[in-house]
Structures are given as structure tokens and as C-alpha cells.
């Protein structure tokens, strides 16, 4: 059985996914249908269901008079979110320890290493991981085997949560040291110490938060 190609709007969604994760499009950016038509080329009707698509998950959002823009969140709405990540993402590394397969940890550590690969690529200046699968968050929280917490991770603030992993990614010495912080949650996680593995990720989590708190008070330092 063939796998069914995807349409022009959903190819046009991925693109604009990851040009707003990559921030190529900037949070609070106003998004034109004939602008991002002449920057991406296609036509405006699966330009609109893209953008549609966008704002469904989360990453658009249509303010009245105003359009659709890139979201944008307060500082405070973006502690709320890493608290959130900071009990969960911890519990399912614990349970990712527990019950993946070593079949399941030998492509994470090849995951790690395609990962390294694109850090060299880009010289050290960025850690962009596409989504799902090739994505290190998203292949542990799959390896927790919990359907509910995998909703509650995976569902509608992923994106978003990728779009801000992303920006803290790009400051300086960041994405080496976010590497290294993922290769030792893996050795945790081989070892099938549990305890060690959700401590790490706690850690891993709150580095990030911490960067992006730095970053967003430099940006509002520029302004």
C-alpha cells in the first residue's frame, strides 16, 4: 500500500510551521494571505486552510480588525507552559527509563547522533529538531507508554512549546551544551535509572526556561 502524498495546503502548513518555529516568521507577526503567497509561492485557498490548520494548533492566532498573526506569549504564560513541562516531561522520562525497549534506546542514541550532525552542520549556532519522531522530546515522551500523558504533551501546545525550545536553542554555546544535556538523559535512561533520568530532564527543562527568561529581557532590553 502506497502512502497517500500530502495535499498543497498541508505542504504549505509544514513550511510555514517551520518557518514560525525557526522564527523565520516572528511571534506577532501579521500573516498575509497575498504576502506569504508571494514569499511561498502557491496560491491563496490552500494558503488560507494552512493558515487555518495553523491556528488550530495553536500557532496562529486571529485577532478582531486585526488578522491572523504569529502567537505571541508573555513571559508569564511561558512559565506556566515549562512548569507544566517540568512535572511531566520529568514523569515520562522516568517512565521512558522503565519501559522502552533497547531496540527503542539504540535509535535514540541514533537519533543523538543525527542530531550532533546538523549541530556541525550549522556550526554550532543552532539546534533545530523537525517534529514527531525526529524530535528527542517527543521520542521520550513516546517511550513512557502513557497514551494520557502523550495527549497532554503532544497535543495542542507542542508546536508551541518547539517554536520557544527553538529560540533558546540559538543563543550562544546553547545548542552543544542542550546536546550534551540530552546524550546524558539517554546514558540515564540506558542504565535504566529512572530517578536519575527524571532528574536530568527536570534540569535539561529548567535550563531552557532559564535561557529564554535571558533572552526575552535582552530582546526587551533592545525594544
Do not use: W
Amino acid at each position: 500500500m502506497t502512502d497517500i502524498a500530502p495535499t498543497l495546503a498541508e505542504k504549505v502548513f509544514t513550511e510555514l510551521a517551520t518557518a514560525i518555529v525557526r522564527g523565520e516568521l516572528r511571534p506577532g507577526e501579521r500573516l498575509s494571505e497575498q504576502n506569504l503567497v508571494e514569499r511561498y509561492g502557491g496560491s491563496r485557498a490552500p494558503m488560507r486552510e494552512a493558515i487555518q490548520k495553523l491556528e488550530a494548533r495553536n500557532l496562529v492566532v486571529r485577532i478582531p480588525h486585526a488578522g491572523a498573526r504569529v502567537v505571541s506569549l508573555s513571559l508569564q504564560e511561558l512559565k506556566d507552559i515549562y512548569e507544566v513541562r517540568l512535572e511531566l516531561e520529568g514523569m515520562a522520562c522516568r517512565l521512558a527509563a522503565e519501559r522502552m525497549t533497547d531496540v527503542e534506546i539504540d535509535e535514540l542514541h541514533g537519533l543523538l547522533r543525527e542530531h550532533a550532525d546538523s549541530i556541525a552542520a550549522e556550526q554550532g549556532q543552532s539546534y533545530y529538531q523537525k517534529a514527531g519522531d525526529l524530535d528527542f522530546h517527543y521520542r521520550i515522551i513516546k517511550g513512557s507508554k502513557n497514551h494520557r500523558l502523550h495527549q497532554m504533551l503532544c497535543g495542542d501546545l507542542y508546536h508551541i512549546v518547539r517554536m520557544y525550545r527553538y529560540q533558546t536553542s540559538t543563543s550562544s554555546k546553547r545548542p552543544q551544551q542542550a546536546l550534551l544535556e540530552h546524550q546524558r538523559i539517554v546514558e540515564a535512561i540506558a542504565g535504566r535509572d529512572a530517578e536519575l533520568a527524571e532528574l536530568l530532564m527536570r534540569r535539561h527543562i529548567q535550563a531552557s526556561l532559564n535561557n529564554l527568561e535571558t533572552l526575552l529581557a535582552q530582546e526587551e532590553g533592545c525594544s
